[in-house]
């Protein structure tokens, strides 16, 4: 270490230590808070400063790599527990300046700098103190005039006014900095929410039941809120299938097991209560509860409208130091408002089923008025093409748009006269060509019922050949549409099955003997080996197992 004693004062103006400088250097550019508040005070105040570890006092940064590392022991011994500014003024006639920064690395550091005191420019002795310093560097006279006339000046008074205002606006910017900091978290939270709810929207079908979308919903809100006891009790969903009965249905996910009990003694806590809004409780007392289970808070929300209720949304337990809150309760609304509009659309969708099956029924009870030659072939044809669907593995909603386009394949006879569909001998050419307009008037009669679309392939394309040489389309192999290959083998085989007034039904035998040869021609042969598998079933769905 150099110090040299000034004249003026008695006391020392010494060089910062050395060694540890050399050891340890830091950037301005590094990304750590000593660094960027360093930066910021250079910036704001256009002042030099030096970076100095508190407890040695070795010099870490720099802001101006031609700044002499001065450190009187007036500054240095009075770095640690340095809170906020210092200005010392120096007999030396210079002005220090100590600013507390962030700890660099676990190090306790100070930004440190200093100006000429405009005060002390005519002091002779001070400018002596000055000199000897250089003079400990080598510097020859010329080279410290020249270090001198490049140093600024400022006054004490005007130096404590400038780097207070310097730190107030950084504590201003570090709240804003807070600020933004904690609004990118909300916004952070936001999209999370809205793309669970955007998940949760995705889930919805309805051919869902309430029970199936409760629990998907339920293991996205414990991804998203992390909750130790997740738990959606619904009524009795009359759409789902089930016998009705006054027993609600039950999910629930996380390792606190809730059940509807334990909902019931929590709601009963709160008579009266609006639920409009979420319930969030974050101070829970458990004797108030009875429940052996340790709740510590939770939010709940009704599903249903202000007047029916159709279940209840539970959250237990966040994990410890976390608390629910409005986001987490206007998630639960969101989930709730889902699911109760999902079970409303699913009571309509489920009416709108019934009217649409209601409406076929008519409309083949009309064909089978028509056509009493016919009469139960459709409901056949439907229920030997769903169980040869079945057997294919196709989904339940292709297998109910086989059943129906199978009841309604032949439905375009109805705008066949009724002396030819009545006729008790065999058709003439000209007779059987009107006849073979029936897939496409079915087709125009039923086209422009949005809702009966999915069963138009099944009522135009029965007829044709797995060869191409079917009508109305001459379509052929695969590109017949599936459900209609799939009719046109249950229709076939009930076709030649039943007894028509100019011949009686087919034996089994000569039918599987026909499929068994005309397979690649006429049909789709992966449908005939699935009626071969099937073979016993459909004997049941047809016109029965009789053989000659
Ligand atoms: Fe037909």
């Not at 086209?447 to 001459?474: I, M, N, Q, W």
Request: aromatic share 6%; proline share 5%.
């Amino acid at each position: 270490m150099m110090t040299t004693k000034t004249a003026a004062s008695g006391g020392t103006l010494e060089l910062a230590p050395r060694s540890l400088t050399q050891e340890r250097q830091f950037d301005l550019e590094d990304p750590v808070p000593a660094m960027r508040a360093l930066l910021a005070l250079t910036e704001t105040t256009g002042l030099p400063f030096f970076c100095v570890d508190v407890h040695s006092g070795s010099v870490l940064a720099k802001t101006d790599e031609d700044l002499l590392e001065l450190l009187p022991w007036s500054v240095r011994g009075q770095l640690e527990g340095l809170n906020g500014l210092r200005v010392v003024v120096e007999p030396t006639g210079l002005v220090f300046y100590s600013v507390a920064l962030p700890d660099l690395e676990n190090i306790p550091v100070a930004a440190v700098g200093y100006v000429l005191n405009p005060d002390s420019s005519e002091d002779g002795s001070a400018q002596q103190a000055l000199r000897e310093i250089t003079q400990t560097l080598g510097w020859s006279d010329v080279e410290h005039e020249q270090w001198r006339a490049s140093q600024p000046y400022c006054s004490p008074d005007l130096l404590k006014k400038l780097l207070s205002t310097c730190i107030e606006s950084r504590k201003w910017l570090k709240w804003m900095q807070d600020e933004i900091a904690q609004l990118v978290r909300e916004a952070k939270r936001a999209e999370e929410e809205i793309g669970v709810v955007h998940k949760m929207t995705r889930e919805l079908r309805l051919t869902r039941s309430s029970a199936e979308i409760s629990g998907l919903f339920l293991k996205q809100l414990k991804q998203l809120i992390g909750a130790e006891g997740n738990l959606i009790v619904l009524d009795q969903d009359p759409t789902d299938g089930i016998e009705p009965s006054n027993a609600p249905q039950t999910c629930q996910q996380g390792k606190l097991l809730l059940d509807q009990k334990m909902l019931r003694r929590l709601l009963d806590c709160f008579p009266g209560r609006d639920w409009s809004r979420p319930l969030v409780q974050n101070k829970v007392d458990n004797t108030l509860l009875r429940t052996d289970q340790e709740i510590r808070n939770f939010v709940v929300a009704k599903i249903g409208s202000d007047t029916i209720s159709t279940g209840w949304i539970l959250l237990c337990n966040l994990p410890a130091g976390r608390e629910f809150g409005n986001a987490e309760a206007t998630l639960l609304q969101s989930t709730a408002t889902l699911l109760a509009t999902h079970r409303q659309n699913r009571l309509l969708y489920c009416e709108l089923e019934n009217i649409l099956l209601q409406f076929v029924n008519l409309l083949v009870s009309t064909l089978d008025a028509k056509d009493a030659y016919t009469r139960g072939h459709s409901e056949r044809v439907a229920a030997i093409g769903r169980r040869l669907g079945e057997e294919l593995g196709l989904p339940e909603r292709d297998l109910n748009d086989i059943y129906q386009s199978g009841l309604l394949h032949d439905i375009g006879k109805i705008g066949v006269n009724d002396a030819i569909l009545q006729k008790p001998d065999q058709l003439t050419d000209e007779e059987f060509a009107k006849v073979k307009k029936h897939p496409e008037i079915g087709y125009n009669i039923l086209c422009g019922l949005k809702s009966l679309r999915p069963l138009l392939p099944g009522v135009r394309s029965h007829h044709e050949d797995f060869a191409g040489t079917g009508y109305p389309d001459g379509l052929t192999g695969e590109g017949i549409p599936l459900m209609a290959r799939i009719l046109a083998v249950a229709d076939a085989y009930d076709a030649m099955r039943s007894d028509r007034p100019y011949r009686r039904g087919l034996p089994v035998e000569t039918i599987e003997k026909i499929f068994r040869s005309d397979q690649a021609k006429q049909w789709d042969p992966a449908i005939i080996a699935a009626y071969f598998r099937v073979r016993s079933k459909i004997l049941e769905l047809g016109q029965g197992g009789v053989t000659e």
